[in-house]
């Protein structure tokens, strides 16, 4: 409300211990919200103590992935309890602040922004050891206003191996760098297929779907740019399994870890804790 104190966001300050990725795409569809899901639980199985803020205001597909879509946060006093995950993981949406759940929001610039402060400092987050946001794609308001938050948040971009996926990608990056915000990777996803035949001949065949080299495209072009390594975090496979996963509510680095997908998810896990 107009004139109330403003909490602080306790992952803005300095002496904060929570790492904050902000998981970003140049558009739609490329997986950001799965990658967001599995991610976080990949970093909760190593042991870490992990949030999830979904910022997508168009999408906002988290709940549903993490199968906790018909939970409300509750209120304790005026602080929002994030809603836990079977895992433990912790779940606020920007859908769980609609009064209705089929409510469109159409919020301009000032809204998203009051309601991602809201996210930030108003939720009980708890010590987190790291909270994972997933960003609407592309280059909009909350971008914006999660640089002049969040400036410390790192960004992971999501892209496909398609050169226009990878040309908006790049966009997504180098608006994170505008907002001083630190690009630590880029995520290929729907990498390639490996052929379910050849597999069963015990050969590895790739057929390439969406093309390929998106991923190192970006990585490139950024690392260029910023004048700092951007490398190329993983390469994930298009697999059955990990779409079934978020379908059903259950993300595929739990119900199915030893799945292409599932094992390279839980390697990027691995390597950023
Ligand atoms: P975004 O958040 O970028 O819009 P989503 O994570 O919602 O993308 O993914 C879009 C759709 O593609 C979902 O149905 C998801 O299950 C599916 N999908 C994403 N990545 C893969 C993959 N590697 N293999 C198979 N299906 C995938």
């Known amino acids: 409300q107009a004139g109330q104190a403003q909490r ?45 803020l979904d910022a997508d205001i168009y999408g906002h597909s988290i709940p549903a992935m993490f199968g906790i879509a018909d939970s409300q946060p509750t209120q304790v006093e005026d602080l929002i309890m994030p809603v836990p995950t079977a895992s433990g993981v912790s779940v606020i949406s920007i859908g769980m602040l609609k009064p209705r759940r089929d409510q469109v929001v159409a ?14 400092a108003d939720v009980y987050w708890g010590d987190l050891d790291a909270l994972v946001l997933d960003l609407p794609p592309g280059t909009g308001d909350v971008a914006i206003s999660l640089g ?39 995520i290929e996803n729907m990498s390639y297929l490996a052929c379910p035949h050849c ?54 680095v739990e119900a199915d870890p030893t799945s292409p997908a599932a094992r390279v998810l839980h390697k990027i896990a691995a390597d950023l804790s």
């Open 8 to 52: 602080e966001i306790p992952f803005g300050k300095p002496d904060s211990l929570t790492k904050v990725y902000a998981i970003a795409s140049g558009k739609g569809g490329v997986g950001k919200s799965s990658v967001t899901v599995n991610l976080a639980l990949g970093l909760a199985a190593q042991g870490l103590k992990v949030g999830v």
């Open 107 to 120: 919020w301009r610039g000032p809204m998203l922004d009051r309601a991602l402060v809201q996210m930030l």
């Open 148 to 186: 002049q938050h969040l400036p410390s948040a790192e960004v992971i971009v999501v892209t496909t191996p398609q050169e226009a996926a990878a040309e908006v990608a790049e966009r997504a990056g180098t608006m994170a760098s505008m907002m001083h915000q630190r690009v630590i990777g880029v």
């Open 199 to 252: 597999l069963s001949e015990g050969k590895d065949h790739r057929i390439d779907l969406f093309g390929s080299g998106g991923g190192a495209r970006v990585a490139k072009t950024l690392s260029e740019r910023f004048g700092y390594d951007v490398p190329v975090l993983g390469e994930i496979p298009l697999d059955i399994s990990l779409r079934e996963g978020g379908d059903a509510g259950k993300p595929v």
